[in-house]
């Protein structure tokens, strides 16, 4: 697949030359200075895996996923912002068979990731360093079997609402890219983060909802991998939700 190597081991940017049209992302793209060993798997492993996506006047390019793995799988799976990537790494360890993709712009989230792919020797992971929303607009329709949107950035100030990537344009372009019957996995530990996604859930006709009792959302599924953040939270004292919605 097309990449671009980055110049510059701890700047990996997508090129200018990639076409991509810069759109503004909230929150942090860059934390503390990545050791070494973090970096040269930003240098190394990183143009292997990344996704392009190219932005014309027009539009985005379409993208296949067919063509984003080295071998067939039979489905393919989005996880919207991977945090320190946990949660993807298990999920695409334990799935095979299925294509992974991960939608991230933190640099050190990114860097966490490309180190369980290369501990694990994981293939069938790919990394999309920008805007999901990008991403989501050049995936074919019905092309995603499962979506995940864990513990995102709250905004929880009524003036950075707007800021949420739970909004009414990108649950369209998720209900477009997702098949029928396909699912969405929200998980938050922010009451005000949980009212919104609920709020926003319950607005709309082509999400149900897959709880039928208390239990459903205050307990993980069964094959549910935990991460760093989500122990942190509930040592202190933060109670996570987990609402499931399939779309219709």
């Known amino acids: 697949m097309p990449s671009n190597r980055p110049s510059d081991p701890d700047l990996p940017d997508q090129d200018k030359s990639s076409g991509i049209k810069r759109r503004r992302l909230y929150g942090r793209r860059r934390g503390r200075i990545l050791r070494q060993g973090r970096k040269a798997l930003l240098e190394d ?12 006047e027009v539009g985005v390019e379409p993208i296949d996923p067919a063509t984003l793995f080295e071998g ?12 320190a990537g946990e949660h993807l790494a298990a999920r695409a360890a334990g799935n095979p068979d ?25 293939r069938n992971v790919r990394i999309f360093q920008d805007d999901a929303a990008v991403l989501l607009d050049a995936l074919p329709d019905a092309s995603l079997g499962r979506g ?3 513990y995102p950035d709250p905004w929880p100030k009524a003036r950075h609402e707007r800021r949420r990537f739970l909004s ?42 897959l709880a039928e ?12 991998p935990g991460t760093r953040y989500e122990a942190k939270a509930i040592r202190e004292g933060r109670v996570p939700a ?7």
Do not use: C, Q
């Open 98 to 122: 299925i294509g992974f993709i991960g939608a991230e712009h933190f640099l050190a989230g990114i860097a966490g990731l490309l180190k369980h792919i290369s501990d694990r020797g994981l």
């Open 45 to 56: 492993v990183l143009p292997e895996l990344r996704i392009e996506v190219r932005e014309t």
């Open 148 to 150: 995940f949107l864990l």
């Open 168 to 209: 009414h344009e990108n649950l369209d372009r998720l209900h477009r890219a997702m098949k029928p019957g396909a699912e969405l996995f929200i998980a938050t530990d922010h009451p005000v983060y949980l009212a919104w996604a609920v709020e926003r859930m319950a607005s709309r006709s082509d999400f149900d909802w």
């Open 242 to 248: 987990y609402l499931r919605y399939r779309r219709a």
């Open 72 to 83: 067939p799988v039979k489905d393919n799976w989005l996880e919207i912002g991977f945090g």
């Open 213 to 224: 009792a208390p239990e459903d959302w205050r307990e993980p599924p069964a094959d549910w």
